[in-house]
Nanobody, 120 residues
């Protein structure tokens, strides 16, 4: 099983940008799709975006479409979520996970996540 580690969260003002990374240890992402999910305080975890490691195909939740961009760095075995035009409602802990069923059914266990706070 792939072990995933999220990083890159922080505090940013409305309209700002952050870049989150999801790194794999133990094996490569080859053969997987990798998704980002988020969980705001008091709310259930929700799907954000998914990328196919094989060909880079992406899929986004409507709430982030046009603002977030998901990409993969094959050399670094890392998936990057570029978040632009951030809004206070984007505030959440962000998690990555391998995908069982395209585009948004997670497969593995959850890591610690990385916290994103968008101030108004």
């Amino acid at each position: 099983q792939v072990q995933l580690v999220e990083s890159g969260g922080g505090l940013v003002q409305t309209g700002g940008s952050l870049r989150l990374s999801c790194a794999a240890s133990g094996r490569t992402f080859s053969g997987y799709s990798i998704g980002w999910f988020r969980q705001a305080p008091g709310k259930e975890r929700e799907f954000v975006a998914t990328i196919s490691w094989h060909d880079g195909t992406t899929y986004y939740a409507d709430s982030v479409k046009g603002r977030f961009t998901l990409s993969r760095d094959i050399a670094k075995n890392t998936v990057v979520l570029q978040m632009n035009s951030l809004k206070p409602e984007d505030t959440a802990a962000y998690f990555c996970n391998t995908i069982r069923t395209w585009p948004s059914t997670p497969m593995g266990s959850w890591g610690k996540g990385t916290l994103v706070t968008v101030s108004s």
